[in-house]
């Protein structure tokens, strides 16, 4: 009798876990395949996502720097240099205020822009080696379960097709809450 008991516990427990695979298998099967399209593919290499970042952290950096190096570049010399000279010249100052200004102020959102750039580039590196690990890792999840679900259904066509059981083949969680 206790023998009997525990065949039937034994064979609910290896269906139950059959049932089981099967269901992690069909969570897993859209998510494997959602990884392997396009838009979820890598935009660039890392090395290149690297020197991208660091090229606009660069840049970001020199155009922050840039208003300080006004004096030494032409282009904001000869501006500065005619703000001076606008009372002998007869020009408004505002005007060449407003201009000068105005030059520091979009060298300041260049910068500003540069860096923004720098962090979604980041962002998407990071975002690349998500994937990356996400991949390889349902990857490997849904061939072990495969494995398994193999080896189950070929103890279950070795065994359980012999069986008179019938009552410990449910389908349904209504007939399997019954019988635990």
Do not use: C
């Not at 399209?37 to 020197?51: D, G, Q, R």
């Not at 660069?58 to 004096?71: D, I, R, S, T």
């Amino acid at each position: 009798m206790i023998t009997k008991r525990l065949h039937d516990d034994l064979v609910l427990e290896f269906k139950e876990n059959k049932r089981m695979i099967y269901e992690q298998l069909e969570l897993l099967d859209p998510l494997g395949v959602a990884l392997l399209k396009p838009s979820a593919s890598k935009t660039a290499p890392k090395f290149i996502m690297i020197i991208i970042e660091i090229l606009m952290y660069v840049l970001a950096l020199g155009f922050f720097a840039l208003p300080f190096l006004f004096e030494y570049i032409y282009f904001f010399e000869f501006i500065e240099k005619l703000y001076n000279r606008t009372r002998s010249i007869g020009l408004n100052p505002g005007v060449i205020r407003y201009a000068y200004w105005g030059t520091i102020s979009l060298v300041v959102l260049f910068g500003v822009l540069f860096l923004i750039i720098a962090r979604l580039v980041h962002a998407i590196r990071l975002k690349n080696n998500t994937l990356q690990i996400a991949k390889q890792t349902v990857k490997t999840i849904v061939a072990t379960q495969l494995k398994r679900k193999a080896s189950m259904d070929a103890t279950d066509q070795r065994h359980f097709s012999e069986l008179p059981n019938d009552h410990l083949y449910f389908e349904d969680d209504k007939n399997a809450s019954t019988h635990a």
